[in-house]
Nanobody
Framework: EVQLVESGGGLVQAGGSLRLSCAAS????????IGWFRQAPGKEREGVSC????????YYADSVKGRFTISSDNAKNTVYLQMNSLKPEDTAVYYC?????WGQGTQVTVSS
């Protein structure tokens, strides 16, 4: 069974940083793409970033390019999302996704 557990969200002022973690289990970690999505109140869930560590491939939405960095630690089966220069519009629940499974989400709130 695929399980994904996010952590690391919180309240931060604009310009600040947070690092989200997604701990994965139940599948061969580095064989699949793992993505971060977010959903703000009243908006649809959107893709933020994705990594496939076996081929060294990453993807970023235009809205976060240059500010967010995705990485993985295969020994810990964990994917990270380092978020810098946060903006109020980054406020959302952030979800981890792999193999059609979703984590429970972690709230990120950026105050102006």
């Amino acid at each position: 069974e695929v399980q994904l557990v996010e952590s690391g969200g919180g309240l931060v002022q604009a310009g600040g940083s947070l690092r989200l973690s997604c701990a994965a289990s139940g599948f061969t970690f580095d064989s699949y793409a793992i993505g971060w999505f977010r959903q703000a109140p009243g908006k649809e869930r959107e893709g933020v970033s994705c990594i496939r560590s076996s081929i060294g491939s990453t993807y970023y939405a235009d809205s976060v390019k240059g500010r967010f960095t995705i990485s993985s630690d295969n020994a810990k089966n964990t994917v990270y999302l380092q978020m810098n220069s946060l903006k109020p519009e980054d406020t959302a629940v952030y979800y981890c996704n792999a193999r059609n499974a979703w984590g429970q989400g972690t709230q990120v709130t950026v105050s102006s």
